[in-house]
């Protein structure tokens, strides 16, 4: 802990820099701060490493992970800044400059925040896609706790890492801060450890992640005090519209704040329109990959699996076996093993006071069975937590070959990725 103080403490210029000088120029008061630091870090790092692949051992390389999702493009950003008031670092967002467009949420959060050109203004992989091997290896990893395997070398350090996901464990001796505890966004967990004259585009932009990982800090929802502790902090430095009696000591009716409610739908709203869509569009907006080690096969061969997330309900895309032969395109290009679509979506109720019920289904497929297929299907099916059952009226078609799909209506509609993820690696690696 106090060389974690130590280093905040450098952070926010308390004391004296032990490290390198870092990549930074004045800014002017009429220019965008954020803005600024993304463009000069990027040009810095790629003129480094142009010019020596030993250069990108002076840089620490901040990414969140590959589902490319508000959270990570803000807590990767975040931190990236406040690292950089005592190291040379740089954020990495690992969005291809093609996908950017399909998150309109995102689009119009880094608006928000000054970033009006983001295909230009942010590092991407597509920046990087003539580097064999990757050219970093000190690594920050935010919204994630385990380094992505392109990325994994003899030579790879992760120095820091702040996430909110199910704790992996790693890391415990090389990364300082080393923070993995629950919360609704990591951005949270960013925000918290800023200095309270952080510039209003940052605010900005980790106030937008946080608020649309929360909705809106809806009570009884995902939010929890971290979340609540990390708006009160950037409310007034994102300087949004704030009642007379907004309180900077009170977390107490953030939700209620007029503000809080305009901004949340606003980016809800841009969330949810996924129609413009095509279905592999859909399939790689909101995607996650692993890589597993069948312990219980003779073998014991390694197999990678996919999770998308989706906002519509199959038959709204999937039908008419659309479904399957999607996946089966998606999967063959990324040469995956299992590929899971876990959709989310509101429909309405038959009773009750609510008008809407919220609705998850789940569809996996299986393309190289190597014996795990009826291992998956009867791990998912007894498991308490996401409570599945088949879904009889979705049609999915004639399959070939060895191929295998089901598809499941799921009984806990609270359950999201976060509790999926962690079921999958222990359906596939348990030895027994």
Not at 79 to 95: D, G, K
Not at 143 to 161: I, K, Q, Y
């Amino acid at each position: 802990m106090a060389s974690h103080l130590r280093r905040l403490s450098v952070a926010w210029k308390l004391t004296k820099p032990a490290q390198p000088a870092p990549v930074t120029s004045p800014v002017t008061p009429s220019e965008n701060a954020l803005q600024h630091f993304l463009e000069h870090t990027k040009r810095h790092y790629l003129s480094d490493i142009e010019e020596s692949r030993e250069n990108a051992d002076e840089w620490l390389m901040v990414m969140g992970n590959e589902a490319g999702d508000l959270d990570s493009i803000a807590s990767s950003i975040g931190f990236a800044w406040l690292s950089s008031l005592s190291n040379t670092t740089i954020p990495y967002i690992q969005i291809d400059k093609e996908d950017l467009a399909l998150r309109a949420e995102n689009l119009y959060a880094l608006q928000l925040a000054g970033i009006d050109n983001p295909q230009e203004q942010l590092l991407l992989p597509n920046n990087l896609a003539s580097y064999t091997p990757f050219p970093s290896t000190r690594f920050g990893l935010v919204d994630h706790n385990r380094l992505g395997s392109p990325f994994v070398s003899d030579a790879a350090r992760v120095e820091a890492v702040i996430d909110h996901h199910e704790d992996e464990h790693l890391y415990a001796d090389t990364a300082d801060p080393r923070i993995v505890t629950p919360a609704g966004s990591c951005s949270s967990h960013v925000a918290n450890l800023c200095p309270f004259n952080l510039p209003q585009e940052i605010a900005t932009l980790l106030l937008c992640a946080i608020l649309i990982d929360t909705n809106g800090l809806k009570p009884g929802g995902k939010a929890v005090q971290a979340d609540r502790d990390a708006v009160l902090r950037l409310l007034p430095l994102a300087r949004l519209d704030l009642p007379p009696s907004f309180s900077s000591a009170n977390t107490d009716g953030l939700h209620d704040i007029p503000s809080i409610i305009s901004l949340s739908t606003t980016l809800a709203t841009k969330k949810a329109d996924v129609s413009h869509l095509s279905p592999r569009d859909l399939l790689r907006r909101d995607y996650k990959e692993y890589t597993f080690t069948l312990h219980w096969h003779p073998d014991k061969p390694t197999v990678k699996a996919g999770l998308s997330t989706v906002p519509l309900q199959l038959k709204d895309w999937g039908s008419k076996g659309k479904l399957f032969r999607e996946s089966q395109a998606y999967m063959q290009a990324r040469e995956l093993h299992v590929l899971g679509v876990l959709t989310t979506f509101k429909k309405p109720k038959k009773s009750g006071k609510e008008k809407m019920k919220h609705c998850r289904e789940m569809a996996w497929i299986v393309l190289s069975d190597t014996g795990l297929t009826e291992r998956l299907w009867q791990g998912l099916e007894e498991d308490q937590e996401i409570r599945v059952e088949k879904h009889k009226k979705f049609k999915t078609g004639k399959l070939p070959g060895d191929a295998n799909i089901r598809v499941y209506k799921q009984g806990n509609a609270g359950a999201t990725r976060k509790a999926t993820a962690p079921l999958l690696k222990r359906i596939l690696e348990s030895p027994s």
